[in-house]
């Protein structure tokens, strides 16, 4: 098959330590299947998602990396690309649509106001970073982020799936924090903590 | 209200070498000619017409705010006025405790090109109370609806007043008011747990979705709770 060959093949094999060797060949392809047909979902609320488009048109052409076809159905999607600021009103819509998205599926938090709310958008109305809502594995700065931006985040995010290991069943976790759980800190314990810290520090991640 | 929807031609009302559109040169800051539509409100409701000033060609008339129904809908109904487009409604605060706050509509005559904006002030302390507009424009009742869901003006007359842009059961105030700190009332993490305990297909009423016709095509358990009167959030 020659894929044993490939360069990612050492980096796959340090990463997934004593696992037999059938196991690590298996996650390989496995993963790089997966990482080569990432079909994205964009959630694009405002100018990232000018960027988002004109990173999928011709010029720049996301087909390459094997994102040819747009998932608008969070059904059929495996990368969440959340562009632009989310106000607290579409929060439940946000989690909505990354529950409905199948396993596996990662998620891409595009530009300033989706990753930390970007500061200017401190106030009342918008979520500061969509980390509070839903787990994200990368995160591009930029207001907006250029395409080249963009792409270097999928490559990223394709580098990350390629470490994955399938005995690892902690990534595909999804459960709701247990207030019974020792790790569980009340938000009002983190607003008390985080309090002389103001935009993103001052919320509770969400624990999923 | 007339139903029928015929063309509007803007300035067909105007004498005919009058009716091709210019723009204004040379317009003083302050003063200048009023629009007419103000002496004829002058004259007219004479009583509830507190003060009429032009700043840079616009005319705009402080009325009486129980008198604001008849103005608008004979502004809007005479045909010497013919003020068919509702253009904005809005209200400013000031931050001062003294000052009272302004409503205000922007009114447009597109047979007589003319605008015109008027004024209702609403002292502090008081209710902030004003008539509704909606049964002379339709185009009113988002307006309206979006100025009490950011500064807690209610419109009597409105059909449905319900917050706009924020949600139904939002509790921690009214945005635009000076009062309101930039970050909201409540802590970040309460902010979010109460936007996340929203249910996002309760955001329509039932009535809406009926008239929409897509209260049908909803599963099952999502038209019981619905019928049994639940609401977005908590």
């Not at chain 1, 094999?13 to 964009?42: E, H, I, K, Y």
């Not at chain 2, 307006?143 to 509790?171: A, N, V």
């Amino acid at each position: 098959m020659g894929l044993s060959r490939r360069p990612d093949a050492a980096t796959v094999q340090v990463s997934s330590g004593g696992d037999p060797w059938v196991a690590t060949r298996l996650d390989f392809l496995v993963n790089w299947a997966r990482a080569n047909s990432l079909w994205p979902m964009p959630f694009g609320t405002a100018c990232c998602a000018i960027e988002f488009m004109a990173t999928a048109a011709s010029r720049f052409d996301l087909a390459r990396f094997g994102m040819e076809r747009q998932s608008f159905s969070p059904r059929q999607a495996d990368v969440l690309i959340c562009a632009g600021r989310v106000p607290f009103k579409l929060a439940p819509v946000l989690r909505r649509i990354w529950q409905q998205m199948p396993q596996p599926k990662w998620c891409i938090s595009m530009g300033s106001c989706a990753s930390s709310g970007n500061g200017i958008f401190d106030n009342y109305a918008v979520v500061q970073g969509i980390d509070t809502i839903i787990p994200v594995d990368v995160y591009v700065p930029g207001c907006p982020p250029r395409p080249e931006g963009l792409m270097y985040g999928i490559l990223l995010l394709q580098k990350k799936v390629m470490n994955e290991r399938a005995a690892d069943k902690s990534l595909r976790n999804e459960m709701e924090p247990d207030p019974r759980s020792q790790l569980y800190i009340p938000p009002s314990v983190i607003d008390e903590v985080s309090e002389p810290f103001g935009n993103s520090v001052h919320q509770t991640r969400s624990g999923l | 209200m007339s139903t029928s929807f015929g063309p509007v031609i803007p300035g067909s009302a105007l004498p005919q070498e009058a009716s091709a559109a210019a723009t204004p040169k040379s317009v003083p800051h302050r003063g200048g000619a009023a629009n007419p539509s103000a002496e004829a409100l002058r004259q007219r409701f004479a009583s509830s017409v507190k003060s009429v000033s032009v700043v840079w060609g616009e005319t705009t008339i402080v009325v009486e705010g129980g008198q604001l129904l008849e103005i608008v809908r004979w502004l809007h109904d005479d045909s010497s006025q013919q003020y068919n487009y509702l253009s904005d409604i809005t209200a400013v605060e000031f931050r001062d405790l003294e000052q009272p706050l302004e409503v205000v509509w922007h009114l447009r005559s597109l047979p007589f090109r003319r605008f015109l904006r008027l004024k209702v002030l609403l002292q502090k302390g008081m209710p902030l109370e004003v008539p509704s507009v909606w049964s002379v424009y339709r185009a009113a009742d988002w307006m309206e609806r979006e100025c009490y869901d950011m500064f807690g003006i209610r419109f009597t007359g409105h059909p449905d007043l319900r917050r706009l842009l924020m949600w139904e059961q939002y509790k921690e105030g009214y945005p635009l008011r000076k009062d309101f700190p930039l970050r909201g009332r409540f802590s970040r993490s309460e902010q979010l747990r109460q936007a996340l305990a929203a249910n996002p297909e309760a955001r329509y009423s039932k009535e809406e979705l009926s008239i929409a016709q897509a209260f049908e095509d909803l599963p099952d358990d999502m038209r019981r709770r619905l019928n049994a009167g639940e609401k977005t959030g908590e």
